[in-house]
């Protein structure tokens, strides 16, 4: 899971970026996209740390 130490979270599908949201003191982040035609994509979470350091990389399967 994303860790509570980052401040960003930046949301890829297929390598493209879609959002870039900030994260709470308690690790909560939420995002919307918005106008994603369906399909299948691969969703990717990038984990920024305090110095826009990338800390962790999550992907998965998406189905829309």
């Known amino acids: 899971c994303i860790r509570d130490s980052a401040n960003i979270?930046?949301?890829?599908?297929?390598?493209?970026?879609?959002?870039?949201?900030?994260?709470n003191e308690s690790g909560a982040?939420?995002?919307s996209l918005l106008d994603i035609p369906?399909?299948?994509?691969?969703?990717?979470?990038d984990e920024l740390d305090v110095n826009g350091s990338v800390?962790?990389?999550?992907?998965?399967?998406?189905?829309?």
Do not use: D, M, Q
């Not at 979270?9 to 994260?23: C, F, P, T």
């Open 38 to 45: 369906s399909g299948v994509y691969t969703l990717r979470l």
């Open 9 to 23: 979270v930046r949301i890829y599908l297929n390598n493209k970026l879609e959002s870039e949201v900030g994260v």
């Open 29 to 31: 982040w939420k995002a």
């Open 55 to 64: 800390e962790g990389i999550r992907e998965l399967p998406f189905k829309r």
